[in-house]
């Protein structure tokens, strides 16, 4: 992997369930839900996504899983 590239391959299958759904807009609450846990959870599950991709919010995740075609934009 090149300097500045991420790998999805580092997120567990929960975690790519989370940045799906933040991809399609949900909230941590809209997540917690749809996941069956809580949005404290949720929003861990958010904040390890943006820690091992390198990403600065949801919204730069949005876009990575976008781009990375893990959903259809």
Request: with cysteine.
């Amino acid at each position: 992997m090149k300097n500045g590239e991420r790998d999805h391959g580092l997120l567990t299958a929960q975690e790519k369930k989370v940045l799906k759904l933040v991809a399609n807009g949900e909230t941590n609450k809209e997540i917690a839900a749809a996941l069956c846990i809580s949005p404290a959870t949720a929003k861990r599950h958010l904040e390890n996504i943006l820690t091992k991709l390198q990403l600065k919010n949801r919204v730069t995740a949005a876009v990575y899983a976008v781009k990375e075609r893990m959903i259809s934009p």
